[in-house]
Structure formats: structure tokens, C-alpha cells
């Protein structure tokens, strides 16, 4: 080592000798003096408030603010006390008098009205808006609607039991009744003079047979109808379809007659089919009226009406009617009119319930959306003095005069200028409204009848209805030959549209009992089996979920002549979509 490394040591060593520290030690190692008194930081003490000398007679009130946590003890300013102060006084604690004004701003501030949030304000007054124009619409519709419909085997006596109810209520005067019996009488079918206040046109009053479906309007005092007669024949399903769309109540007449009832219930005849396609077009109670019971081969026979009723209720029971809340029995004479309008009396001993009309005045009231976008699938469509008239029955919401609408799915534009119900027919008679349930016809401005047609849907401009051409649904296969496949064609009737459609996937089959889906998709399906297909329809048709809309998501299949199917729409794929590329992309998913 040289000199001059020394010389720096040394330098180094005599710096530092005053911190104490030892320049060879390995690590570094303060140390503290243990004899030093630890260090206490110093705060002025607070001055106790039971120190004062005599508590003062008026002491001044302190303010305390409060942050969130627990409030702070106030601090009293010190004042000199008077000599005349009260003892008692003295034994209050100042600091107890502090919280009484805050919690007394708190007590007025709890009691104070607590001003609502602007959206919830003007949430409410939009709903006593709606109230208010609901309670309207119903002072100006006081008396509820209900659209019946007709259905039974053929000559099961539907249209002359609407014939009669015409005439007991006052519909069909006596002269015009007398005039159809005469013309009846002069063609060999004095019988059916009844039925020919609903067979208008000459084919059906030649054949006997209902083939479109009638209407007909009569009120009680209290509710108005709308009468649907359908077909009983099977070559006319469709009309019946059409007309089961737009019922609310079913009344399912039976002959009582001997080999009449046998025919129209077994296999082939239509009592079995018309109750099963009432119950997808969504009628949800079945007045079950036993007709012809003072056929001599009856007489009113108890035993008879017992036999059908046991034969009718284990079959319906099958369909989804509960017997005990969803059926209605009746014995009846629509010819006579024994047991329509007033009770069957001596006639039938036996039977002491209501008669037709006081059954129907009884049902429950239906629950309609009064206040929900507008839905009126057209039925029909003609032309009256050069402008559009549609009809069709109210599904959603209501309608006003000038009103501005939408027709889907092409979007056609209009505006209402003209409503009126099923017993107006003149200008006179106009309404100024309408609501859900109403059966109207509708005079339209700016659209021509002939860019209209058959299951087109009405709507709201802000809120439309759905359009497609592809959809999911869950079906309940009823009658079908052999397996159905994918790629399977057949008709679609929804409720007053129909479409060609075919079944291109085949999505899962579905339990009955339990009502789960298998994870891997079915390579086919059978008679009685559930299952949930993909349905492309062979062009955009108006439909809703099922869910949503009842009437606008269910519907039937059918195919040669019989119907093979029943759904319910679950999912619509691509809505809104009427173009051939988006029903083959909606397809494709």
C-alpha cells in the first residue's frame, strides 16, 4: 500500500470519527441512545366542560358540521356566568344541548315531501294518461264484444241454431222470416228456412251446406256478438280456419240425433277436428250444445245425453280442455228454439241449468290489451267507391278515426277515414273508435284494395308488426301417414294468412310427459310426437311470438286435406325480413 492511500484512510477515518461510525464493520448498524425519553408530540389539552365555575344561565349555541362519519363533539366558547345562575343548570352538560338543532333540521327534513325524479314524473303522467284514455274508450264501448263461432259436423244444425238466435233477439224481423220459409217451402227445404238467415248466396241454400264462412250480429243486454258460422264440411277447413281465428268462444254443436253423432265424431268426421282446431286458434271455453234432442229417436232422452257427454269429455280432455272449468253442456232444440233463448223448462225436466244465451251473458270477462300496438289481421278486402275497406277483428290495441296506419309486410301507408262495427252499415252509423275484440270494418285512404290482401296485418307505424320468412316453433304432430322429415312441404294457416312452408330442420323432439328437448336433432318424427322444427315459409307472412302475441303465434299444418299439425312460434329468425335473400340467410342459420 502507498503513502498516499494511507493518506486518504486516515483523512477518511478522522472526518468521520464524530458519527460514531466503525469504517470496517461489514454492514451498517445504527445505535440509539436507551437512555433518552421517548418522544411525545405535544397537544394543547382540551379544557373539560364541568371545569367552568357556574354554568351560565344562556349558553350560546354551537354549530357542528358533520362529514359522513359520527358528528363531532361541540366546542362552547367560554362566557362569564352570572351570579344569579341556577344550580341546576350546572348539572347539564353543555355538550348535550349541541345535536337538538341539527336533529330538529333533520325531523323537518324527513317530514318535508321529497320532490320526485323528472323521469319518474313524467312516467306517471304518461300512465294516468293511458288510464284516461282507457276509461274513454270503454264508456264509449261499454258493453264487452264477443265473437262466437259456430263449429260441428256438417248438418249438425249450426246455421239454424244462428238463425234462431237471430230471431229470438230481434235481429231478423218476423216478415223476413216468414219470407225465407216461404222461398224454403217453394224449393222443397221447408226446414231450412231458419238457416238462410246465414246462407245468404244460392249455392249453399240448394246444397244445405255452409261453404264461406257467415257472420251474423245480435246483442243481449249484456254483451254484443259476433257470429261465425263455419262450414261442417271438410272440403271447406280453410274457411273454417279462417273463421276460428277471429273467435273468442267456441259453442260446438252435436247432433243428438241416433247415427248422427256416431258419424260426425268417429274417425273422418269433422266434431273431432273443429275442436281440436278451435283450441289452436286459441278458443279457450267450448259451450257444448246437444242439438236435436226433440228428434223422435231422442225425445230428450237423459241417457242419450249422458252417452255423448262421457264419449265428448274423455276426447276433449285429450285436447287441453279442463272439463271442469273449460266445457259448458247444454241441451238444446236450435229448431224449436227450446233452451236458446229462455230455459227448456217442462220439456226437459231433468235439466234445470241456464239456456244458451244467459250461459254465454255468464262466461268471464276476456282480458284485452286495449292500450297495446295495434293488430287487426284483414280477413277480407273490397272496394267501395273507389277506396279500400278491410275487415278483420281487433287482436291488440285500438283504433281511431284519422288515425295514420301501416299495412304489413309490404309497409303501405294509409289513414283511417271511416269505422264501423258488425251492426253499422250506414255513414250515419260511424264510429268514432274501436277497440281490442271488435269485429270492424275499416274505410282506408291512400292504398288501393287491390296492393291488399288476405292475412296482411294492420298495425301501428311506431311499433309494426314482425315480418319473416323463417321461424322456430314447437309442434305437436296429430295425424300423419308415415314419418315426416326434414324438407317436408306443407300449408300453413296462421291466423287469417296462409302460406306454403317447409320443414327445413328438424331442431329437437320434445318430451310430452316431461318437456325436454333431446340435445341431438332427430332424424325424424311420427304421429303424436313434439318436436321443434325450422320453418321457411314461401313468402314474408306477418307473425309474432307466441309468448307475446297468442293469436299471431299459433298455427296449423296442413296437408291433403286433413291437418297434420299444430305449433306455436317460439323464435322468429331475421323478422322484419321480406326478401327472398334474407329468407334463404334466415334459412341457412
Known sequence: MSDNDNKQIDDVT????????????????????????????????????AAAPAAPAAV??????????APAAAKPAPVPAPASAAPVAAATPVAAAAPAPREEAKAKQDSAPVPKPAAVAA??????????EEDLLLDENFKEHLNVIFIGHVDAGKSTLGGQILHL??????????????????????SWYLSWALDTNQEERAK????????????????????????????????????AAQADIGVLIISARKGEFETGFERGGQTQEHAILAKTAGVRHLVVAINKMDDKTVEWSKERYDEIISKLTAFLKTVGYNP??????????????????????????????????????????IERKINGPLRIPISEKHSEQGTAVISGKIESGNVKLNQKVIIMPDRLTCEVVGIFGEDENSAENEKQSAVCGDNVRIRLRGVDDEAISQGYVLTDIKNPCHTTRAFDAQLMILDVKNIITAGY?????????????????????????????????????????????????????????????????????????????????????????????????????
Open 14 to 49: 478522522n472526518k468521520t470519527s464524530g458519527l460514531s461510525l466503525n469504517t470496517k464493520a461489514k454492514e451498517f448498524k445504527p445505535t440509539f441512545n436507551a437512555k433518552a425519553p421517548s418522544f411525545v408530540p405535544r397537544v394543547p389539552a382540551a379544557k373539560p366542560a
Open 60 to 69: 350560546p349555541k354551537s354549530m357542528s358540521i358533520s362529514l359522513g362519519g
Open 123 to 132: 312516467l306517471e303522467r304518461v300512465n294516468e294518461e293511458v288510464d284516461a
Open 169 to 190: 233477439t230481434g235481429m231478423v224481423d218476423k216478415r223476413t222470416l216468414e219470407k225465407y220459409e216461404r222461398e224454403a217451402k217453394e224449393a222443397g227445404r221447408e
Open 208 to 243: 244445405g251446406k255452409t261453404v264461406e264462412c257467415g257472420r251474423a250480429y245480435f246483442e243481449t243486454t249484456r254483451r254484443r256478438y259476433t257470429i261465425l258460422d263455419a262450414p261442417g264440411h271438410k272440403n271447406y277447413v280453410p274457411h273454417m280456419l279462417s273463421g
Open 324 to 365: 271442469r272449468t273449460d266445457i259448458t253442456y247444454i241441451p238444446i232444440s236450435g229448431y224449436t228454439g227450446a233452451g236458446v233463448m229462455d230455459r227448456v223448462g217442462s220439456a226437459c225436466p231433468w235439466f234445470t241449468g241456464p239456456s244458451l244465451l244467459e250461459t254465454l251473458d255468464g262466461l268471464q270477462t
Open 489 to 589: 312441404n306443407s300449408v300453413l294457416h296462421v291466423h287469417t294468412a296462409v302460406a306454403e312452408v317447409t320443414m327445413t330442420k328438424l331442431l329437437h323432439k320434445v318430451d310430452v310427459k316431461t318437456g325436454r328437448k333431446s340435445r341431438v336433432p332427430p332424424p325424424f318424427v311420427k304421429h303424436k310426437d313434439a318436436c321443434i322444427v325450422r320453418i321457411v315459409t314461401s313468402k314474408a307472412i306477418c307473425v309474432e311470438r307466441f309468448a307475446e302475441y297468442p293469436q299471431l303465434g299459433r298455427f296449423t299444418l296442413r296437408d291433403e286435406g286433413k291437418t297434420i299439425a299444430i305449433g306455436k312460434i317460439l323464435r322468429l329468425a331475421n323478422p322484419n325480413a321480406g326478401t327472398a335473400a334474407a329468407g334463404a340467410a334466415a334459412s341457412a342459420n
